[in-house]
């Protein structure tokens, strides 16, 4: 099938299987790996990358989905302009050690921030909760999310 | 008199940002499954659904017609060559030769133009099994009747480490005998005795990035991109393997998304040049989930312990027989088995000990490294019988650890061998009791423990590496470790920067590539900063030795006089900064200096097993634990773990270890488990075996740096990371036994939590289960 969708801001055409998921039609097509692979069914908010600006788990989401719409990759969000607070606050705090959750950590961040839920310490500890860190042990995670919270 | 001063240290001691930051947060940071190389293939594996089984016929014909196949591997593809590997023994096969040992073992790997292919292919094979009974738990592995798992004679892998392999009994892998003093005269003296027998579950380590192989089998060569920690040794596993020369065997190690032991030594390597040898292409393996976790995993446990004291609680000796379940092969089987072994009588002043720990072969899984390995094992058993010694004797448990804690310069192994107790431990647990309020008053079903116990990490002191000092000033070290996100790359330029007085933001650490990076023995048990850190610190001072000679030249003076600071060399009232030292030096704008540091035995520090650790991981943590009677679910209110860690180089980073160790110690302890049923795992995925949340983490998490410099690092540095981890889920353990729950099986689950506090309710009350 002919799939239509906006890319990190750049319109992209392919034909690709109905059943293909939207992980690896941006991995192996586009080549964009900064959306990891992990525990494939949704647990691990690894793989999170945003669908019109709601995050999604790229490994259980047909790419046939988003036809028409608009996806944002690490890849993408790191090119603007306020991905350097995002940055920062990830580094003062050292909130990553392999960098393997990072990318959808950081997506889910900006879609709850951009959503208005990130603005308790309890909308931070649950909007959090569906992405697994097995490195840093969350407390520096928690302490960046706040930074950027407020 | 003439003081000394000591120069201040400006790169080491301080916070510095992650040298990789910027890269993985951006998303540029590469791993193994984010790399492809020109003609390369997907493989994938069939594996075995059923435990043990004789293979009676394997059909590939079907998976040959499909159009994008490029090979099929089978055992009988590997006829030229010795198929057997395993680091401590040569026990496995690459691929299932005629007999599949446990659920899970390769039997069969096909090579694709996509994955979607390969997985067809695999889907095509038609593999009959004559199945065998299975030995599915330590219980039926050991039973008189048993069959053997493995009939050849055991051979020793290249980096066995503990001497020589005594006779193999039944399915008995390996065991290990701690003996030490008057074991006889103990029991008789004993006024108090606390003996039980305990469980702990099998777990998976989970590293978020599964497995990940790229291998090209090209003439006499082999090119690996892996992510394992320990590219030299499974260089030359593999160069042993296929029968091909050490330095044609080239692995290149990009970024790894965690490890936690799960990359060490060689797991998928061998079988991705099989099929890259068949394919006579590059093929990429990367393992789903359900494969890692039947890749390696850590050893589930059974532990019959006994305790003995005097009547004020002072202890007097232990006993301890353990049988660890290390699955169809040994893997790292036999060193956790000596490390549990040395973790087994705790770091106590005993007059006599006695250790037996059994490293069984069952149809599960291969079992081998995960942080903190044997000693998280043992650890919570030991320090449950000494809470209880304490609480028959009536003594506070934390003053009978005081009384009974080892102090550095005693012996710590029981018959008295290796390295003495280089730790300050009575300190260490003083500090975490306070952290988690020992002293405070108690409410109902709330409880407190502390937990002491020692890691012999088995760092191997042999390490080399280079600095190169290029023409513009700037610095790159060539150094083994890989970064699995414990930050070397970061704490080695802090290191290579303070050695040559300039900052860290000049230089640049590498991952590992054997064909250029020089010799590291391996990136696990916490050795890292202490050897390789200790080759990269003189590699550095051999480049400043350089610079100082030439400043030196260049002014006339004796080259001691000249400090290297601020990017400069230095003598009183002369100062050139190092691109124009260095210009001086070669006579241009070019050139650069490049040394070499190198650690290794220098006697008594062999890192064999006999001599014992380098240094012993320290341990100790505290915690404070609420327990829901009617539900049976814990709440960890508080945790404190101690990070004694000589010289914290990067604190931050030290910090970030003890807090990702105290996670993994809470799912150790509170609900991880692999649940296998006849060899089978029936929770193979994130659903159903479930890793701690942020929710999961505490209302309250310290961790204490701990810097008296006694270690033998760089700095005075040594290892952490790990110890935080055996000691969590003790003194969780502990502190639920301190709430009236004394539990004898991990993990803590509600259920079986909840069960036990039925249990005890229909006892007599003991007297700490009334709290005020």
């Given at each position: 099938?002919?799939?239509?969708?906006?890319?990190?801001?750049?319109?992209?055409?392919?034909?690709?299987?109905?059943?293909?998921?939207?992980?690896?039609?941006?991995?192996?097509?586009?080549?964009?790996?900064?959306?990891?692979?992990?525990?494939?069914?949704?647990?691990?908010?690894?793989?999170?990358?945003?669908?019109?600006?709601?995050?999604?788990?790229?490994?259980?989401?047909?790419?046939?989905?988003?036809?028409?719409?608009?996806?944002?990759?690490?890849?993408?969000?790191?090119?603007?302009?306020?991905?350097?607070?995002?940055?920062?606050?990830?580094?003062?705090?050292?909130?990553?050690?392999?960098?393997?959750?990072?990318?959808?950590?950081?997506?889910?961040?900006?879609?709850?921030?951009?959503?208005?839920?990130?603005?308790?310490?309890?909308?931070?500890?649950?909007?959090?909760?569906?992405?697994?860190?097995?490195?840093?042990?969350?407390?520096?995670?928690?302490?960046?999310?706040?930074?950027?919270?407020? | 008199?003439?003081?000394?001063?000591?120069?201040?240290?400006?790169?080491?001691?301080?916070?510095?940002?992650?040298?990789?930051?910027?890269?993985?947060?951006?998303?540029?940071?590469?791993?193994?499954?984010?790399?492809?190389?020109?003609?390369?293939?997907?493989?994938?594996?069939?594996?075995?659904?059923?435990?043990?089984?004789?293979?009676?016929?394997?059909?590939?014909?079907?998976?040959?017609?499909?159009?994008?196949?490029?090979?099929?591997?089978?055992?009988?593809?590997?006829?030229?060559?010795?198929?057997?590997?395993?680091?401590?023994?040569?026990?496995?096969?690459?691929?299932?030769?005629?007999?599949?040992?446990?659920?899970?073992?390769?039997?069969?790997?096909?090579?694709?133009?996509?994955?979607?292919?390969?997985?067809?292919?695999?889907?095509?094979?038609?593999?009959?099994?004559?199945?065998?009974?299975?030995l599915g738990t330590l219980e039926q592995a050991l039973a008189s009747?048993a069959?053997?798992?493995?009939?050849?004679?055991?051979?020793?892998?290249?980096?066995?480490?503990?001497?020589?392999?005594?006779?193999?009994?039944?399915n008995v892998?390996?065991l290990h005998t701690i003996?030490?003093?008057?074991i006889?005269?103990a029991r008789?003296?004993a006024?108090i005795t606390v003996e039980g027998t305990y469980t702990f579950p099998a777990v998976?380590?989970?590293?978020?990035?599964?497995?990940?192989?790229?291998?090209?089998?090209?003439?006499?060569?082999?090119?690996?991109?892996?992510?394992?920690?320990?590219?030299?040794?499974?260089?030359?596993?593999?160069?042993?393997?296929?029968?091909?020369?050490?330095?044609?065997?080239?692995?290149?190690?990009?970024?790894?998304?965690?490890?936690?032991?799960?990359?060490?030594?060689?797991?998928?390597?061998?079988?991705?040049?099989?099929?890259?040898?068949?394919?006579?292409?590059?093929?990429?393996?990367?393992?789903?989930?359900?494969?890692?976790?039947?890749?390696?995993?850590r050893h589930g446990m059974r532990c019959w312990m006994r305790t003995m004291a005097?009547?004020?609680?002072?202890l007097?000796a232990r006993e301890v027989h353990f049988w660890l379940d290390t699955?169809?092969?040994?893997?790292?089987?036999?060193?956790v088995t000596?490390?549990a072994a040395?973790a087994a009588p705790g770091?106590?002043?005993?007059?006599?000990a006695e250790v037996q720990g059994y490293c069984v072969?069952c149809?599960t899984?291969?079992s081998?490294?995960?942080?903190?390995?044997g000693a998280t094992h043992l650890q919570w058993i030991g320090e449950l019988q000494v809470d209880e010694v304490?609480h028959r004797?009536?003594?506070?448990?934390?003053?009978?650890?005081?009384?009974?804690?080892?102090?550095?310069?005693?012996?710590?192994?029981?018959?008295?061998?290796?390295?003495?107790?280089?730790?300050?431990?009575?300190?260490?647990?003083?500090?975490?009791?306070?952290?988690?309020?020992?002293?405070?008053?108690?409410?109902?079903?709330?409880?407190?423990g502390?937990s002491?116990g020692?890691?012999?990490?088995?760092?191997?002191?042999?390490?080399?590496?280079?600095?190169?000092?290029?023409?513009?000033?700037?610095?790159?070290?060539?150094?083994?470790?890989?970064?699995?996100?414990?930050?070397?790359?970061?704490?080695?330029?802090?290191?290579?920067?303070?050695?040559?007085?300039?900052?860290?933001?000049?230089?640049?650490?590498?991952?590992?590539?054997?064909?250029?990076?020089?010799?590291?023995?391996?990136?696990?048990?916490?050795?890292?900063?202490?050897?390789?850190?200790?080759?990269?610190?003189?590699?550095?001072?051999?480049?400043?030795?350089?610079?100082?000679?030439?400043?030196?030249?260049?002014?006339?003076?004796?080259?001691?006089?000249?400090?290297?600071?601020?990017?400069?060399?230095?003598?009183?009232?002369?100062?050139?900064?190092?691109?124009?030292?260095?210009?001086?030096?070669?006579?241009?704008?070019?050139?650069?200096?490049?040394?070499?540091?190198?650690?290794?035995?220098?006697?008594?520090?062999?890192?064999?097993?006999?001599?014992?650790?380098?240094?012993?991981?320290?341990?100790?943590?505290?915690?404070?634990?609420?327990?829901?009677?009617?539900?049976?679910?814990?709440?960890?209110?508080?945790?404190?773990?101690?990070?004694?860690?000589?010289?914290?180089?990067?604190?931050?980073?030290?910090?970030?270890?003890?807090?990702?160790?105290?996670?993994?110690?809470?799912?150790n302890a509170?609900?991880?488990e692999m649940r296998l049923?006849?060899?089978?795992?029936?929770?193979?995925?994130?659903?159903?075996?479930?890793?701690?949340?942020?929710?999961?983490?505490?209302?309250?998490?310290?961790?204490?740096?701990?810097?008296?410099?006694?270690?033998?690092?760089?700095?005075?540095?040594?290892?952490?990371?790990?110890?935080?981890?055996a000691?969590?889920p003790a003194?969780i353990a502990c502190?639920l036994a301190?709430?009236?729950v004394p539990m004898r099986e991990l993990p803590l689950t509600?259920e079986r939590v909840?069960r036990r506090i039925q249990e005890l309710?229909g006892q007599?009350?003991r007297?700490?289960?009334?709290?005020?």
């Amino acid at each position: 099938m002919d799939l239509a969708l906006t890319v990190n801001g750049r319109e992209v055409r392919a034909a690709i299987e109905p059943h293909e998921l939207l992980l690896d039609f941006l991995r192996d097509r586009l080549g964009l790996t900064g959306a990891k692979r992990s525990c494939d069914v949704q647990v691990c908010g690894t793989c999170t990358v945003l669908v019109e600006g709601q995050p999604v788990s790229a490994c259980t989401y047909l790419a046939a989905d988003a036809q028409g719409r608009r996806v944002l990759t690490i890849e993408g969000f790191a090119q603007s302009p306020e991905f350097e607070r995002f940055e920062e606050a990830f580094l003062r705090h050292a909130a990553l050690q392999c960098g393997y959750c990072t990318p959808g950590l950081l997506l889910t961040i900006k879609s709850l921030r951009d959503s208005g839920e990130l603005a308790s310490e309890a909308d931070i500890r649950h909007g959090l909760d569906g992405n697994l860190c097995r490195c840093t042990g969350y407390r520096s995670i928690l302490e960046a999310a706040r930074e950027l919270a407020a | 008199m003439t003081v000394l001063e000591r120069p201040r240290l400006t790169e080491v001691g301080v916070s510095r940002p992650r040298k990789d930051g910027r890269e993985k947060l951006s998303g540029q940071a590469q791993y193994v499954g984010d790399m492809e190389v020109a003609g390369m293939l997907h493989g994938k594996v069939l594996r075995s659904p059923v435990a043990h089984a004789g293979i009676e016929s394997i059909n590939v014909s079907a998976a040959l017609e499909l159009d994008g196949v490029a090979a099929v591997l089978t055992g009988s593809d590997l006829d030229d060559i010795e198929p057997y590997y395993g680091h401590a023994i040569k026990d496995r096969p690459i691929i299932a030769l005629d007999r599949v040992r446990f659920a899970g073992e390769p039997v069969a790997a096909v090579a694709a133009l996509d994955e979607a292919t390969a997985e067809a292919a695999v889907r095509a094979i038609q593999v009959e099994y004559e199945e065998l009974p299975v030995l599915g738990t330590l219980e039926q592995a050991l039973a008189s009747d048993a069959p053997r798992l493995h009939d050849r004679r055991p051979e020793l892998g290249l980096f066995h480490g503990l001497g020589e392999l005594g006779e193999q009994r039944g399915n008995v892998c390996y065991l290990h005998t701690i003996v030490g003093g008057d074991i006889e005269r103990a029991r008789a003296e004993a006024e108090i005795t606390v003996e039980g027998t305990y469980t702990f579950p099998a777990v998976y380590q989970y590293a978020m990035e599964t497995h990940a192989t790229i291998a090209h089998h090209h003439g006499d060569a082999v090119t690996l991109w892996a992510n394992c920690q320990h590219p030299f040794l499974v260089q030359a596993e593999i160069a042993d393997l296929f029968g091909l020369e050490v330095g044609s065997v080239r692995i290149m190690v990009p970024y790894l998304g965690g490890g936690f032991g799960s990359k060490s030594y060689t797991k998928m390597e061998p079988l991705t040049v099989a099929l890259a040898r068949k394919a006579g292409r590059p093929v990429r393996i990367v393992n789903r989930v359900e494969e890692s976790m039947v890749t390696t995993r850590r050893h589930g446990m059974r532990c019959w312990m006994r305790t003995m004291a005097d009547r004020d609680g002072t202890l007097l000796a232990r006993e301890v027989h353990f049988w660890l379940d290390t699955g169809a092969y040994a893997d790292n089987g036999p060193r956790v088995t000596a490390t549990a072994a040395d973790a087994a009588p705790g770091p106590y002043r005993f007059e006599a000990a006695e250790v037996q720990g059994y490293c069984v072969y069952c149809n599960t899984p291969p079992s081998g490294s995960y942080r903190a390995f044997g000693a998280t094992h043992l650890q919570w058993i030991g320090e449950l019988q000494v809470d209880e010694v304490a609480h028959r004797a009536g003594v506070d448990p934390l003053e009978l650890r005081r009384r009974c804690l080892l102090v550095p310069g005693e012996p710590v192994r029981p018959d008295g061998s290796g390295k003495p107790l280089d730790a300050d431990l009575i300190g260490d647990v003083e500090r975490v009791a306070a952290a988690v309020g020992w002293d405070g008053p108690r409410r109902a079903w709330v409880g407190r423990g502390v937990s002491v116990g020692l890691l012999a990490a088995g760092a191997h002191p042999v390490s080399r590496a280079s600095v190169r000092l290029s023409a513009d000033g700037s610095v790159d070290v060539y150094v083994g470790t890989t970064e699995l996100g414990q930050g070397p790359r970061t704490v080695m330029a802090q290191i290579a920067a303070e050695e040559l007085g300039l900052s860290s933001e000049l230089v640049r650490v590498h991952g590992a590539d054997t064909r250029f990076t020089p010799y590291d023995r391996s990136t696990g048990a916490s050795r890292s900063t202490t050897i390789a850190g200790l080759a990269v610190k003189r590699a550095a001072d051999a480049v400043g030795e350089r610079l100082r000679e030439t400043a030196s030249e260049l002014w006339d003076v004796d080259p001691t006089l000249v400090e290297l600071v601020g990017g400069q060399a230095v003598v009183s009232g002369e100062e050139i900064s190092l691109p124009d030292l260095i210009a001086k030096r070669f006579g241009f704008r070019g050139g650069e200096i490049i040394e070499g540091g190198e650690v290794r035995p220098t006697g008594g520090d062999t890192g064999s097993y006999a001599e014992g650790p380098y240094f012993w991981e320290v341990c100790v943590a505290g915690a404070e634990v609420e327990v829901e009677p009617e539900t049976g679910v814990i709440n960890v209110l508080r945790t404190a773990t101690i990070a004694d860690v000589g010289k914290a180089i990067n604190p931050q980073l030290v910090e970030r270890q003890d807090e990702g160790a105290t996670l993994q110690g809470i799912g150790n302890a509170l609900f991880e488990e692999m649940r296998l049923v006849d060899g089978l795992v029936t929770n193979d995925n994130l659903l159903e075996y479930r890793i701690p949340r942020l929710s999961d983490l505490p209302q309250r998490m310290r961790s204490i740096i701990v810097e008296n410099e006694d270690g033998p690092g760089p700095y005075g540095a040594k290892g952490c990371g790990e110890g935080a981890f055996a000691a969590v889920p003790a003194a969780i353990a502990c502190a639920l036994a301190d709430a009236g729950v004394p539990m004898r099986e991990l993990p803590l689950t509600p259920e079986r939590v909840w069960r036990r506090i039925q249990e005890l309710a229909g006892q007599p009350q003991r007297e700490d289960q009334s709290h005020d």
